[in-house]
């Protein structure tokens, strides 16, 4: 399933093995072929030895810090493998249905940025009644710290947190009965910065490996009781999803695009004037849920990463402008990417004001849904074009123990 996402054009990489390879290693994908780099490198071993050494590592760290220079060479050494006519040896691929993939990163650090200004107008209709902006958000890209240790690879299932929450006049604990998903993209740290050196906007794309997709899942009744005044610990903290394969600039500079417009009353600090004047991309996200048991998904969001208020260049200068340092396998996240329209919300919340987001059940009818259910199984996804994108990003809640 989605092939058509890891054409020669794309050249993703990840974390794989298989049963004939056994140690987890780094690979790219092609259609439905994984193709791990270890063993191509034993067939062709012209790559520098220091970045071939890199592909025997279980996460893609060692590589995602070497330089932009060494990543291209890389690509244009698997495509011209991927497109020659010469048979390659069997060791080399293995089918896709027969290998797992691995979560692609040791990350440290996780920043969840609010980039969106739809979502944010949107979000505060559902809460407060009124599409209001926060004070900063034109201004600057808002952020808060998230939980590094709970993200989790693709295809892992989620367990339905317990917290505190408020039911009617009191406060009880039990497992949260608002389970939500927020569309999301993160940009991957390769190169590290150093500790007290800002990294100018123009500079940006040196330190991005590439990029992710991501479910921020949460859980809004806990989230809600517990936001004033340090924000989410446990209604966000219990499990953050991402796709397997990190997708590259390179595959993505093809679909560059101008930034969304911005408030022109506000003239923005230096480290926020982009002179790129192409910053961001055109990539089109969705969201679908399969309800349990159910024989097909339901799609319930369609938003353009393009919409964005604030660009991955933008979160890049915003996270170190106080000195703040960049480690390799660091994410600097979007926030839910919404629009104005019913249909591109990225999160249930926005949707219950309206009466939520009708999914086809186990019958083949058509239910109302206000949040998730046992068994539900969601889904991410994102395409560029021309035979690029991230596949999928997949996660199916479980009760809670």
Request: aromatic share 8%.
């Amino acid at each position: 399933m989605y092939s058509h996402h890891f054409s020669i054009n794309n050249i993703p990489f990840g974390i794989a093995s298989s049963a004939s390879h056994p140690e987890k290693a780094v690979a790219t994908r092609l259609e439905d072929t994984v193709i791990f780099l270890d063993e191509l490198a034993i067939y062709d071993p012209s790559l520098p030895s220091s970045t071939i050494a890199t592909f025997s590592h279980e996460t893609l760290n060692p590589f995602a810090c070497l330089p932009k220079s060494t990543h291209l060479a890389t690509r244009k050494w698997i495509q011209s493998h991927l497109t020659s006519p010469s048979p390659l040896p069997p060791s080399i691929a293995s089918p896709l249905t027969s290998t797992t993939l691995h979560l692609p990163l040791a990350i440290g650090d996780f920043t969840d940025f609010s980039c969106s200004r739809s979502h944010v107008l949107n979000a505060s209709e559902a809460v407060f009644g009124k599409r209001n902006l926060p004070s900063g958000f034109e201004y600057f890209p808002i952020g808060y710290h998230g939980r590094s240790s709970t993200v989790v690879v693709s295809g892992t299932d989620i367990v339905r947190p317990k917290g505190q929450f408020r039911d009617e006049e009191k406060v009880v604990y039990g497992a949260t009965r608002k389970l939500d998903y927020e569309l999301e993209v993160a940009a991957v740290v390769g190169k590290a910065s150093v500790l007290g050196e800002p990294v100018g906007i123009e500079d940006a794309d040196t330190y991005i490996f590439g990029c992710v997709l991501v479910n921020d899942w949460s859980a809004r009744d806990i989230q809600g009781l517990e936001m004033t005044p340090l924000g989410p610990l446990h209604g966000k903290s219990f499990a953050t999803t991402i796709s397997p394969w990190v997708i590259t600039l390179d595959a993505l500079k093809l679909f560059k695009i101008p930034a969304a417009p911005r408030n022109p009353e506000i003239v923005l600090p230096a480290y926020l004037q982009d002179p790129d004047p192409l910053p961001t991309f055109k990539i089109e996200l969705k969201a679908e849920v399969q309800s349990k048991d159910a024989h097909e998904s339901t799609v319930i969001c369609t938003s353009k990463f393009s919409s964005l208020y604030w660009t991955l260049r933008d979160l890049v200068a915003q996270q170190t402008v106080n000195g703040c340092s960049l480690r390799t396998g660091d994410l600097l996240v979007t926030g839910t990417i919404s629009g104005d329209k019913f249909g591109e919300n990225g999160c249930l919340l926005e949707t219950v004001a309206k009466g939520g987001v009708e999914i086809k059940n186990a019958k083949g009818e058509m239910e109302r849904k206000m949040y998730f259910d046992d068994g539900d199984a969601v889904s991410l996804s994102a395409y560029a074009g021309n035979g690029v994108g991230f596949g999928d990003c997949i996660g199916t809640i479980l009760p809670a123990k």
